[in-house]
């Protein structure tokens, strides 16, 4: 596996990050906030914030940002692994669109959506410094970071339907066999071609593809694989 891969795969894994603009207020000085975060299909990042916060007033002053991503859960904060995206953010503006996945990942966020100051903003990434572990420390190949366009992006919701109404209990498998954890209510929330995210009770959990899928067909063989190993 490439390391722009590997960097995305830690990207997705995570939901939040600390994200650095330069502060209008303080004259470009370093301006850190603690932001929820959605890997789109492409590898991009969706926030959601508000017209009213002070990182919002920055990125219109200048939309140079970088947001950097670590599990908190890990006892050896030196060691573990992390990813530092350097982007700059726009503002998305099918705003309806990009809703429909985001808030399937954080349904809290529903009513921050329904007021009209937050909108949606998208982090493009242009640089990214990826720390695998001791000796793993890159700068990413970014013409091997971003996923193309493909046919899953079209067909994703079309799995998530047939998956949350015809496989519970496979997903409770993958729960148990990949994270050790006995979910009861289960659900997916999302699909890329990297893997896919299922909200078990209380928290999203992430399951990577072995390699990339593209269609549905190709995701329907990767499902079977997993649920097979999962029964072993």
């Given at each position: 596996m490439n390391n722009a891969r590997e960097a995305r795969l830690m990207l997705r894994a995570h939901r939040y990050g600390v994200l650095s603009t330069h502060?209008?207020?303080?004259?470009?000085?370093?301006?850190?906030?603690?932001?929820?975060?959605?890997?789109?299909?492409?590898?991009?990042?969706?926030?959601?914030?508000?017209?009213?916060?002070?990182?919002?007033?920055?990125?219109?002053n200048d939309p140079r940002v970088s947001i950097i991503t670590h599990d908190q859960r890990h006892p050896h904060i030196q060691t573990q692994g992390r990813v530092t995206v350097l982007a700059n953010a726009e503002l998305e503006p099918d705003r309806e669109q990009a809703g429909l996945r985001y808030l399937r990942y954080f349904p809290e966020a529903t009513s921050y959506f329904a007021?009209?100051?937050?909108?949606?903003?998208?982090?493009?990434?242009?640089?990214?410094?990826?720390?695998?572990?001791?000796?793993?420390?890159?700068?990413?190949?970014?013409?091997?970071?971003?996923?193309?366009?493909?046919?899953?992006?079209?067909?994703?919701?079309?799995?998530?339907?047939?998956?949350?109404?015809?496989h519970q209990d496979t997903m409770r498998n993958y729960c148990n066999h990949s994270h050790k954890y006995s979910a009861l209510d289960v659900e997916m929330v999302g699909m890329d071609i990297d893997g896919f995210d299922v909200r078990a009770d209380d928290q999203v959990l992430r399951f990577d593809f072995p390699e990339p899928v593209t269609d549905a067909l190709q995701a329907r063989k990767a499902l079977v694989e997993m649920a097979r190993l999962a029964k072993q």
């Amino acid at each position: 596996m490439n390391n722009a891969r590997e960097a995305r795969l830690m990207l997705r894994a995570h939901r939040y990050g600390v994200l650095s603009t330069h502060s209008k207020k303080f004259d470009g000085y370093p301006f850190g906030s603690i932001t929820p975060y959605l890997v789109d299909h492409d590898g991009s990042l969706l926030i959601l914030i508000s017209t009213l916060a002070e990182h919002t007033k920055n990125i219109l002053n200048d939309p140079r940002v970088s947001i950097i991503t670590h599990d908190q859960r890990h006892p050896h904060i030196q060691t573990q692994g992390r990813v530092t995206v350097l982007a700059n953010a726009e503002l998305e503006p099918d705003r309806e669109q990009a809703g429909l996945r985001y808030l399937r990942y954080f349904p809290e966020a529903t009513s921050y959506f329904a007021m009209h100051d937050f909108s949606f903003y998208r982090i493009r990434p242009m640089a990214i410094r990826y720390i695998g572990g001791f000796g793993r420390i890159h700068w990413v190949d970014m013409e091997n970071y971003a996923a193309q366009r493909c046919a899953l992006i079209d067909e994703e919701s079309g799995v998530i339907a047939h998956m949350n109404s015809d496989h519970q209990d496979t997903m409770r498998n993958y729960c148990n066999h990949s994270h050790k954890y006995s979910a009861l209510d289960v659900e997916m929330v999302g699909m890329d071609i990297d893997g896919f995210d299922v909200r078990a009770d209380d928290q999203v959990l992430r399951f990577d593809f072995p390699e990339p899928v593209t269609d549905a067909l190709q995701a329907r063989k990767a499902l079977v694989e997993m649920a097979r190993l999962a029964k072993q």
